[in-house]
Each structure stands twice: as structure tokens, then as C-alpha cells.
């Protein structure tokens, strides 16, 4: 059953107790081990917090859940942002503007996971993957949704998509990856560039979606009565 982020940030919060408090454990050592550049399994997540394999797979089944519960936490707060703002421009720029910093802070666990769906991927078209549980990732498209909120009664439902997919590749990790590693960007300039390329393909999409106004022909000159033809049937006065 899917279940919002507001649920998910209410489950969160509402964890406690001696197994939260050691799910919190296991999280907090799978992110470490992510910051040193290692993609842990759910077995060297426990052999570093010094817990039994069995223990550990009964709160993670898998490294996939393990990686997207590991995601989860990086996030934090950007999985319940919503905006009261009415112009899809100013709420992209706002979404923007309050993942970037969090995303860059985190930026070696997002890496990791994405490269484990990368690698994933790999063996899947490969034939390799087997029973493997694949990681799951989309946060994304919630929230580029709830940013295009005020867009959804003004463009048609293929233009809205179309515009969600463009922004999808200006916000998340592969851009961040793509304006850090290959433009050299810091975490504020990537953030600039992508609030630039965001409100231009706002602007493209409200372009190509508004209403084109019909062209009235133009009104033909009024005639006198000395300048009218005469009409069929009836002689010219000499």
C-alpha cells in the first residue's frame, strides 16, 4: 500500500523505543560506511555496529530497503515540503532552494544509492539480478508535482507530464552529480543553475500551453451609395 510522505515523516517521528532506537543505530552506520564511499550490505552494516546478521535482517530484508530507508533519512524534510505559494515559477525556485543545501550535505549517501540503482539496472538488462529486491526511487516526482500544483488546471495533461519529466532532469542527484563533477560547480551555484533551467522550461511549457486567440478578419471598408455596384438585375442611373 503507498503511503504519503506526510505518513512516512509521522512514522519517523513517532519511532521510539528500544528498536527504533536501534533501527536509528543501523541507519546512522550505513550512512557512515556511505560517506567513506562503500555501498554497505544489510551484513557489514551489522558486523560495523556490532550487531548479529539476524538482527540486522530483521529490520532491513534486504540492502535495497536498507539503501531506501538509508535515502529516507538523508532527505529528512525535503519529503514533506509543500508550498502555499500560487505561481509555479516562485514554487519551483522555493523547492529548489530548500533541497539543494540538504541534498549537498548528504551528497555521499545519495551517490551510493544511486549507484547501486545504476548497478541494478545493469544486471537487470543483463539477466543478473535474480531474486535481488531492486531499490526503488521516485521522490521526485511527488514533489515536482506539488511545485507545478497551480500549472495542473492551465496545461493539458501530456504538456504538464512532459514539463515534470524536464524538471525531473534539473532536480535531484544525477544533476547534482552532473553540475559538481563535470562544470565544477559548489552546492549554490548548481542550486543558481537550477532554478535558471527550471524557470525556463515553466515558461516554455506556459508558452506552448496557452490559448491561441482567433484572428478576426478585417472589417472591409464601408461603401457610400455613389461607390456601390449597381445590383444584378438593376440598371446604372445615366
Known amino acids: 500500500m503507498a503511503v504519503s510522505r506526510q505518513a512516512e515523516s509521522r512514522e519517523r517521528t513517532a519511532e521510539t ?5 536501534m533501527k536509528r543505530v543501523m541507519l546512522a552506520t ?12 544489510v551484513s557489514e552494516v551489522a558486523e560495523a555496529a556490532s550487531v548479529s546478521r539476524a538482527t540486522a535482517y530483521r529490520y532491513f530484508p534486504s540492502q535495497a530497503v536498507m539503501i531506501q530507508e538509508a535515502v529516507g533519512e538523508a532527505l529528512g524534510p525535503i519529503l514533506d515540503w509543500h508550498s502555499e505559494l500560487d505561481n509555479a515559477e516562485e514554487r519551483i525556485s522555493q523547492l529548489i532552494a530548500f533541497a539543494y543545501p540538504r541534498m549537498v550535505t ?7 544509492a544511486l549507484q547501486l540503482a545504476i548497478q541494478q539496472r545493469a544486471r537487470l538488462q543483463a ?9 526503488v526511487r521516485g521522490h521526485r516526482k511527488e514533489l515536482l508535482a506539488e511545485a507545478l500544483r497551480p ?3 492551465r496545461l493539458r495533461r501530456p504538456a504538464f ?6 524538471l525531473s ?3 535531484g542527484t544525477e544533476a547534482l552529480v552532473v553540475l559538481k563533477d563535470i562544470w565544477g560547480l559548489d552546492g549554490d551555484e548548481a542550486r543558481r543553475v537550477a532554478v535558471w533551467a527550471a524557470h525556463a522550461l515553466v515558461r516554455a511549457a506556459t508558452a506552448e500551453g496557452a490559448p ?3 484572428v478576426r478578419p478585417a472589417r472591409r471598408p464601408r461603401q457610400n451609395a455613389a461607390q456601390r455596384p449597381p445590383r444584378k438585375g438593376v440598371k446604372a442611373l445615366n
Open 127 to 135: 539477466g543478473t539480478l535474480g531474486e535481488e529486491e531492486p531499490i
Open 17 to 21: 523505543g528500544p528498536r527504533a532506537r
Open 169 to 171: 532532469l534539473i532536480f
Open 151 to 153: 500549472l495542473k488546471g
Open 30 to 41: 550505513a550512512m557512515e560506511l556511505m560517506e567513506r564511499g562503500v555501498i554497505p550490505s
Open 106 to 112: 548528504n551528497e555521499t549517501t545519495l551517490r551510493a
Open 212 to 214: 491561441v486567440k482567433p
Open 161 to 166: 507530464d512532459r514539463l515534470t519529466q524536464s
